[in-house]
């Protein structure tokens, strides 16, 4: 079994190694964690472009020692011309997953690294933007060998994703690329390039942005020059709940970030005495069921929900959700399950400020569309929304829901920690399995990000909404729960839709302790 890696001069563990080591380089030249967390996910958006991208979204984290963590909320809104009319003027029936009418959100993520950095600067940090995004515009420039998970996809989905403005030239020219075939995006290093001159903002509002507009309206997007000009990413506060570990942080709406913290709450609750037994996954499953019946109902752009998630975080709230949880036997299922695909950064410095982030462009490759010349692969995450009433209708300017859910914990024993995955409806869910291992049951970190997981709902492509589970769980687990009414699935020992989690954390003694999953392609590089 590997354990946990550790180090004092600050950690950076991410999905892939290269954005890891981009992240640590930062750490060893003195730049802080915030920092340090720009340069690994602007490398992570060039070497795992089928998982992320500069043409996507952004939630962070940020624990500052001695100081209550932030949020920053760095997701674009639905764009000025997208509504219901203009889509029934295309003869959609419903929103389009991919192409460029699924590209109708403006993307945040840069708007977000820009913010982040504003909370760097006033920690004290001094790297400029340019030492920052050097080893993204390298890999870019020099090409990288593509991954197992990019292959794979890129096979599978070829399809839906070949016709698409752009996709093809860009990832596939030759068809859906080899195993460790060399990937080279020159387009992509010239817009970072002119990024790294100009400055952030340029992706919104100035030359990157001129031609961002330009390539996707030529294609037939909704989004124009003036959705991009009147974007800002946002800090607030984030969401936190009390558990007798400690205090567990998230995003807010319209992220699912509540229901992550409702599902720790609700089995924090349920007092189960050892971990791996049927009543470890069982209370976590029919908590995680709690919770998504809340956040399908309700959870959507936080100017539009009519109450404010932090009640369901409300002891009150908590004890009635509990009791409604039958620990003998699983609840009906399903509900409408909620995709998506994303990565999960975290890092540490040796001051104890410590990051949790995640970048996403909802599905696979996103819409498939390359915005123009400039190399950026536009997400599709406005695809969550409905073109019926509900918390996700289609709107101008409304935000569409998000899985993606960065966690923080400050526990009662000093440390601080940051965790999280991709995998759309598993976010939660691994999270949960991650938390309650590590923290509540005392595994070694690396030990529980490899132990087996299971996953509730939909995953990539399939219609099923069962209980799946790797088949490294126990046998006699596995008839205890089927014999306890879940509908199961047995998957592979090792499966991508478990998700790719990863965690880092300060202790009060000055040691930085990460891990990262063996599902994915990453490492933990310390400073």
Same mark, same amino acid.
């Given at each position: 079994?590997?354990?946990?890696?550790?180090?004092?001069?600050?950690?950076?563990?991410?999905?892939?190694?290269?954005?890891?080591?981009?992240?640590?380089?930062?750490?060893?030249?003195?730049?802080?964690?915030?920092?340090?967390?720009?340069?690994?996910?602007?490398?992570?958006?060039?070497?795992?472009?089928?998982?992320?991208?500069?043409?996507?979204?952004?939630?962070?984290?940020?624990?500052?020692?001695?100081?209550?963590?932030?949020?920053?909320? &760095?997701?674009?809104?639905?764009?000025?011309?997208?509504?219901?009319?203009?889509?029934?003027?295309?003869?959609?029936?419903?929103?389009?997953?991919?192409?460029?009418?699924?590209?109708?959100?403006?993307?945040?993520?840069?708007?977000?690294?820009?913010?982040?950095?504003?909370?760097?600067?006033?920690?004290?940090?001094?790297?400029?933007?340019?030492?920052?995004?050097?080893?993204?515009?390298?890999?870019?420039?020099?090409?990288?060998?593509?991954?197992?998970?990019?292959?794979?996809?890129?096979?599978?989905?070829?399809?839906?994703?070949?016709?698409?403005?752009?996709?093809?030239?860009?990832?596939?020219?030759?068809?859906?690329?080899?195993?460790?075939?060399?990937?080279?995006?020159?387009?992509?290093?010239?817009?970072?390039?002119?990024?790294?001159?100009?400055?952030?903002?340029?992706?919104?509002?100035?030359?990157?942005?001129?031609?961002?507009?330009?390539?996707?309206?030529?294609?037939?997007?909704?989004?124009?020059?003036?959705?991009?000009?009147?974007?800002?990413?946002?800090?607030?506060?984030?969401?936190?709940?009390?558990?007798?570990?400690?205090?567990?942080?998230?995003?807010?709406?319209?992220?699912?970030?509540?229901?992550?913290?409702?599902?720790?709450?609700?089995?924090?609750?349920?007092?189960?005495?050892?971990?791996?037994?049927?009543?470890?996954?069982?209370?976590?499953?029919?908590?995680?069921?709690?919770?998504?019946?809340?956040?399908?109902?309700?959870?959507?752009?936080?100017?539009?929900?009519?109450?404010?998630?932090?009640?369901?975080?409300?002891?009150?709230?908590?004890?009635?959700?509990?009791?409604?949880?039958?620990?003998?036997?699983?609840?009906?299922?399903?509900?409408?399950?909620?995709?998506? /695909?994303?990565?999960?950064?975290?890092?540490? /410095?040796?001051?104890?400020?410590?990051?949790?982030?995640?970048?996403?462009?909802?599905?696979?490759?996103?819409?498939?569309?390359?915005?123009?010349?400039?190399?950026?692969?536009?997400?599709?995450?406005?695809?969550?929304?409905?073109?019926?009433?509900?918390?996700?209708?289609?709107?101008?300017?409304?935000?569409?829901?998000?899985?993606?859910?960065?966690?923080?914990?400050?526990?009662?024993?000093?440390?601080?920690?940051?965790?999280?995955?991709?995998?759309?409806?598993?976010?939660?869910?691994?999270?949960?399995?991650?938390?309650?291992?590590?923290?509540?049951?005392?595994?070694?970190?690396?030990?529980?990000?490899?132990?087996?997981?299971?996953?509730?709902?939909?995953?990539?492509?399939?219609?099923?909404?069962?209980?799946?589970?790797?088949?490294?769980?126990?046998?006699?687990?596995?008839?205890?729960?089927?014999?306890?009414?879940?509908?199961?699935?047995?998957?592979?020992?090792?499966?991508?839709?478990?998700?790719? &989690?990863?965690?880092?954390?300060?202790?009060?003694?000055?040691?930085?302790?990460?891990?990262?999953?063996?599902?994915?392609?990453?490492?933990?590089?310390?400073?």
């Amino acid at each position: 079994m590997l354990r946990s890696r550790t180090c004092t001069g600050g950690m950076v563990t991410a999905p892939h190694h290269l954005a890891a080591q981009a992240g640590a380089a930062v750490l060893r030249e003195g730049g802080n964690a915030i920092e340090a967390m720009v340069a690994a996910a602007a490398a992570i958006a060039v070497v795992y472009p089928h998982m992320n991208g500069i043409g996507g979204d952004g939630f962070w984290l940020i624990a500052e020692p001695g100081r209550e963590p932030v949020a920053i909320r &760095a997701c674009g809104p639905a764009a000025g011309l997208a509504d219901t009319h203009f889509y029934a003027a295309h003869g959609d029936t419903a929103i389009p997953t991919r192409g460029p009418r699924a590209a109708l959100t403006v993307a945040g993520a840069i708007g977000g690294w820009d913010e982040a950095l504003r909370h760097a600067r006033a920690a004290g940090g001094r790297m400029p933007l340019s030492r920052l995004l050097e080893d993204a515009i390298a890999h870019a420039r020099n090409g990288v060998p593509v991954t197992a998970s990019q292959a794979a996809l890129a096979l599978s989905k070829k399809a839906e994703l070949e016709a698409q403005p752009g996709y093809a030239a860009t990832y596939a020219p030759d068809g859906p690329p080899a195993l460790h075939a060399i990937q080279r995006q020159e387009a992509l290093a010239a817009t970072l390039a002119r990024l790294a001159e100009a400055g952030l903002d340029d992706f919104y509002r100035g030359d990157v942005a001129r031609a961002l507009a330009s390539g996707l309206e030529r294609v037939g997007s909704p989004l124009r020059l003036a959705d991009l000009e009147a974007y800002r990413a946002r800090s607030l506060a984030p969401l936190s709940v009390q558990l007798r570990a400690g205090r567990v942080y998230n995003l807010p709406p319209p992220t699912q970030g509540v229901s992550s913290l409702m599902i720790l709450a609700l089995f924090d609750r349920l007092e189960v005495a050892r971990a791996e037994g049927r009543e470890h996954v069982h209370g976590l499953v029919e908590a995680t069921k709690r919770a998504f019946i809340l956040r399908n109902a309700h959870v959507g752009d936080p100017g539009r929900m009519p109450f404010d998630p932090a009640d369901w975080l409300r002891e009150s709230d908590l004890a009635r959700e509990a009791a409604s949880i039958d620990m003998a036997r699983a609840a009906p299922w399903p509900h409408p399950a909620k995709p998506g /695909d994303t990565v999960w950064l975290g890092a540490a /410095d040796r001051d104890g400020r410590v990051v949790s982030y995640i970048q996403s462009i909802f599905w696979e490759f996103g819409s498939g569309v390359v915005a123009g010349d400039t190399g950026v692969l536009w997400q599709n995450r406005g695809a969550s929304f409905t073109l019926e009433d509900g918390p996700n209708a289609l709107g101008p300017g409304r935000l569409p829901f998000h899985t993606l859910n960065p966690a923080l914990a400050r526990l009662a024993d000093g440390r601080t920690l940051a965790y999280g995955t991709m995998g759309g409806e598993g976010q939660p869910q691994t999270q949960a399995a991650f938390f309650t291992r590590h923290v509540l049951f005392g595994q070694d970190m690396q030990a529980a990000i490899d132990a087996p997981r299971w996953l509730l709902g939909r995953t990539w492509g399939a219609a099923s909404t069962n209980l799946k589970v790797e088949s490294r769980v126990a046998p006699e687990v596995i008839g205890q729960l089927a014999a306890s009414g879940h509908e199961l699935e047995v998957v592979g020992a090792w499966e991508d839709m478990m998700g790719h &989690a990863g965690a880092v954390a300060f202790h009060p003694n000055g040691m930085i302790e990460g891990a990262t999953d063996p599902r994915a392609d990453g490492a933990c590089a310390g400073a």
